[in-house]
């Protein structure tokens, strides 16, 4: 029954592009069907697909679908010892070899998003957060990876006492979101924003250093970590414990194992486990929840809260209910 509550809100008629006059979320779902079960369906879909890839003959080693089993191991593990290990071979090439170009997110904003009209404004963050909305005292929130400012804007209006910092590897996006929070009517004041890529050493200071602002009280990473490669992810996390005050929040909702969009992706997109590129050149990684945390807490974070958010969707011209899956966490930077 919660899912079906869910579908209704879900296709209510609400553009909410960036930089829209709109109202604050009403609902945030986050529990329309249990991830296990979800995990054994994908699971049994995914084995049937690698059964099908596999004969009559085998696909060369790079090729072999790395779909997990019910233990967490991919099919490649169940391979002859030669094979994994020319497999692991050409699959550490690949992702050296495919990975995201730099370029292919400022190519991404200056083509798909010219308009800011492929992101709506995440207005449902103010419930998943609740800290987001604190205005007393005065808060200062930073995103690494802000894109358009989906994520930054609904915080903005909700939250007309604090302030924030934008950065983003795309300098048209920075300046979409400029642009954004002057037609909001947001103070400049409150908005600082600038290109950086958070994944390299010069990035892994305070943040705030060239901007005069103070250390952060919060730090997003929206649907920004799984948007770089794996080994680039520690650096990252890095780059967001630096601009943390002690005591202040890290707050992370990223792509999931078993998403919808996850069990699209053609196998020949594979180039690693849980990691995929897109047809633009992106990357994406699919988390688990005991991989992200134990990302954050390598990178210094305690642990506050790590789940899936699982969240039924009704495409209504097609009538195909869709199961999303996101992982969100909340970690802490010791007092």
């Given at each position: 029954?919660?899912?079906?509550?869910?579908?209704?809100?879900?296709t209510?008629a609400?553009?909410?592009?960036?930089?829209?006059?709109?109202?604050?979320?009403?609902?945030?779902?986050?529990?329309?069907?249990?991830?296990?079960?979800?995990?054994?369906?994908?699971?049994?879909?995914?084995?049937?697909?690698?059964?099908?890839?596999?004969?009559?003959?085998?696909?060369?080693?790079?090729?072999?679908?790395?779909?997990?089993?019910?233990?967490?191991?991919?099919?490649?593990?169940?391979?002859?010892?030669?094979?994994?290990?020319?497999?692991?071979?050409?699959?550490?090439?690949?992702?050296r070899?495919?990975?995201?170009?730099?370029?292919?997110?400022?190519?991404?904003?200056?083509?798909?998003?010219?308009?800011?009209?492929?992101?709506?404004?995440?207005?449902?963050?103010?419930?998943?957060?609740?800290?987001?909305?604190?205005?007393?005292?005065?808060?200062?929130?930073?995103?690494?990876?802000?894109?358009?400012?989906?994520?930054?804007?609904?915080?903005?209006?909700?939250?007309?006492?604090?302030?924030?910092?934008?950065?983003?590897?795309?300098?048209?996006?920075?300046?979409?979101?400029?642009?954004?929070?002057?037609?909001?009517?947001?103070?400049?004041?409150?908005?600082?924003?600038?290109?950086?890529?958070?994944?390299?050493?010069?990035?892994?200071r305070?943040?705030?250093?060239d901007?005069?602002?103070?250390?952060?009280?919060?730090v997003?990473?929206?649907?920004t970590?799984?948007?770089?490669?794996?080994?680039?992810?520690?650096?990252?996390?890095?780059?967001?414990?630096?601009?943390?005050?002690?005591?202040?929040?890290?707050?992370?909702?990223?792509?999931?194992?078993?998403?919808?969009?996850?069990?699209?992706?053609?196998?020949?997109?594979?180039?690693?486990?849980?990691?995929?590129?897109?047809?633009?050149?992106?990357?994406?990684?699919?988390?688990?929840?005991?991989?992200?945390?134990?990302?954050?807490e390598?990178?210094?974070?305690?642990?506050?809260e790590?789940?899936?958010?699982?969240?039924?969707?009704?495409?209504?011209?097609?009538?195909?209910?869709?199961?999303?899956?996101?992982?969100?966490?909340?970690?802490?930077?010791?007092?």
């Open positions: 029954m919660k899912g079906a509550q869910h579908s209704r809100h879900s209510a609400c553009r909410a592009y960036v930089g829209e006059a709109t109202p604050a979320a009403a609902e945030y779902h986050c529990n329309d069907f249990d991830w296990e079960q979800l995990k054994q369906e994908a699971e049994a879909m995914l084995a049937e697909r690698s059964a099908l890839q596999q004969e009559p003959t085998s696909a060369p080693p790079g090729q072999q679908s790395l779909a997990p089993d019910s233990g967490g191991q991919t099919t490649a593990a169940r391979l002859p010892l030669h094979q994994q290990q020319q497999q692991q071979q050409h699959q550490q090439q690949a992702a070899s495919w990975q995201c170009e730099k370029g292919c997110w400022e190519a991404f904003h200056a083509r798909d998003n010219a308009t800011a009209r492929f992101y709506k404004e995440r207005r449902y963050l103010l419930l998943e957060f609740p800290c987001l909305t604190i205005s007393q005292p005065p808060q200062h929130f930073l995103e690494i990876g802000c894109g358009c400012g989906s994520s930054l804007l609904p915080v903005l209006k909700a939250n007309p006492s604090c302030s924030v910092t934008g950065t983003d590897l795309s300098p048209t996006a920075v300046h979409m979101f400029k642009q954004a929070a002057t037609t909001a009517g947001i103070a400049a004041n409150r908005v600082t924003s600038y290109a950086a890529d958070s994944t390299q050493p010069t990035a892994q305070h943040p705030a250093a901007t005069g602002q103070r250390e952060a009280d919060a997003l990473l929206i649907f970590l799984a948007a770089v490669a794996p080994h680039e992810m520690a650096a990252m996390l890095h780059t967001a414990f630096q601009a943390l005050r002690p005591g202040g929040l890290l707050l992370i909702r990223d792509h999931g194992l078993y998403d919808m969009t996850h069990l699209r992706l053609p196998p020949k997109q594979q180039l690693a486990d849980k990691l995929y590129r897109r047809l633009d050149g992106t990357t994406c990684y699919f988390f688990t929840i005991e991989d992200l945390q134990a990302r954050a390598a990178a210094g974070f305690m642990t506050q790590c789940k899936y958010a699982c969240t039924s969707l009704l495409n209504r011209k097609k009538q195909v209910h869709m199961k999303r899956v996101f992982v969100h966490g909340v970690f802490k930077k010791a007092d």
